[in-house]
């Protein structure tokens, strides 16, 4: 099945800093990679997504990256904020297969620290 | 429009003890999942649904069961709990044919 590794699992960045988190998935057939933000006791929200007939997308200070060929995807967040620390879940699904199920990364806590 | 909402928030269990959580969607989804977290392990697929009446295993079905008797309602089952199933709970559901999934709050299961 879908392998998806993450890194790095924890990031501390300054207030104003850009963070960047890559991952890579295993199976070429994958072609959705949604990054989900989860604070803690909550559930996760999308944040962001990109399909695999895109390179980039952005939204704000919010940015993903797709490199199909070698199969990873990173996210990329500029002028963080102390409200952007969170949780950060990369994942990947392919098509009606397998239920548009997801396959998560294992995470990266991020700490904007003030 | 509630959302996705989950039955009950926490719930303590002894060993042995079997429970249902419950999954509800107000959105007219198809397609409804469950999937557990555990601290560094990110989600984990259980089961999933693609309609009413259907049911497939994921990536860690062993000691669950599930039933999609109606299409708003996914029931996840333990029927016998272990240690080991101690975990957060998420269900989640999708349109069919839009991958973008919509998460319940969780449920928070101690089995001791």
């Known amino acids: 099945g879908e392998n998806v590794e993450q890194h790095p699992s924890t990031l501390s960045v300054q207030e104003g800093d850009s963070a960047v988190i890559k991952c890579t998935y295993s199976?070429?057939?994958?072609?959705?990679f949604p990054w989900y933000k989860q604070e803690l006791g909550k559930r996760p929200q999308l944040i962001i997504d990109?399909?695999?007939?895109?390179g980039e997308k952005k939204d704000q200070r919010i940015a993903v990256t797709l490199n199909k060929t070698a199969k990873h995807f990173s996210l990329h967040i500029t002028e963080t904020q102390p409200e952007d620390s969170a949780v950060y879940f990369c994942?990947?699904?392919?098509?009606?297969?397998?239920?548009?199920?997801?396959?998560f990364g294992k995470g990266t806590s991020l700490l904007v620290t003030p | 429009n509630a959302g996705v909402t989950q039955t009950p928030k926490f719930r303590v269990l002894k060993t042995g003890q079997s429970m249902t959580l419950l999954c509800a969607q107000d959105?007219?989804?198809?397609?409804m999942y469950w999937y557990r977290q555990d601290p560094g392990m990110g989600l984990r697929l259980i089961h999933y649904?693609?309609?009413?009446?259907?049911?497939a295993k994921g990536e860690v079905p062993d000691g669950y069961n599930v039933s999609r008797l109606k299409k708003q309602n996914f029931l996840l089952g333990l029927e016998s709990a272990a240690p080991s199933q101690t975990s957060v709970y998420f269900c989640?559901?999708?349109?069919?044919?839009?991958?973008?999934?919509?998460f319940g709050p969780g449920t928070r299961l101690t089995v001791t």
């Open positions: 959105m007219n989804h198809e397609y």
């Open positions: 990109i399909r695999s007939n895109v």
């Open positions: 994942a990947a699904s392919k098509a009606a297969d397998s239920g548009y199920a997801l396959n």
């Open positions: 199976d070429s057939a994958s072609n959705y």
């Open positions: 649904s693609v309609g009413e009446g259907t049911t």
């Open positions: 989640a559901s999708s349109l069919v044919g839009n991958y973008e999934q919509y």
